[in-house]
């Protein structure tokens, strides 16, 4: 996949949150969640499954009949994903329920997902350290929409973060060229 590289707001590098870096890779600034909790203080972050050479988010979900383990990319606007079983009967409107696999707390909470062409009720919800700042990922399987909530950032600088999603034309590297 071709990477389309988003520039990131000089107001949001300013004041990254804990629990993301910043840092360049070949030329090109990315954003990299590297603390990643459940409600009860479980780290979801496991280092046993890399993505594009960087520790993954691990979830332990049920889509649909089907139960297993998703690894999420933990550069921020990435949508790859390796799963502990292959995906089948997916419909375009299938969501995911997402849950610790530590604690199996549910991690489903109810909120609109903001995308304007999606009717899901409900986000999950991933705590970064301290707990005031948040990552919700909409549930839905076709929907890219995540969403970074920080309370020291303007809502505006935000929706910019928000806006940062990676898709391209291939099937094979997220991060080809970079």
């Not at 009720?121 to 948040?134: D, S, T, V, W």
């Amino acid at each position: 996949m071709e990477l389309t590289i988003k520039e990131i707001p000089a107001a949001f590098k300013a004041n990254i949150p804990q629990g993301m870096r910043l840092f360049t890779k070949h030329e090109k600034e990315v954003l990299l969640v590297e603390s990643i909790f459940c409600p009860n203080g479980h780290n979801l972050l496991v280092d046993s499954v890399r993505i594009h050479d960087e520790p993954s988010i691990r979830l332990n979900i049920k889509l649909g009949n089907q139960n297993g383990v998703v690894f999420l990319d933990s550069f921020w606007g990435s949508h790859a994903n390796l799963f502990s079983f292959l995906p089948t009967q997916i419909k375009a409107n299938s969501a995911v329920e997402a849950h610790c696999p530590y604690c199996d707390i549910l991690l489903n909470v109810k909120r609109p997902c903001e995308n304007v062409d999606c009717d899901s009720q409900e986000q999950i919800a991933l705590y970064l350290p301290g707990r005031n700042n948040r990552i919700y990922v909409c549930p839905k399987v076709a929907c890219p929409h995540h969403m970074l909530v920080v309370e020291d950032i303007p809502h505006d600088i935000l929706e910019a973060i928000d806006e940062i999603n990676y898709f391209g034309t291939g099937q094979d590297e997220v991060f080809g060229g970079i």
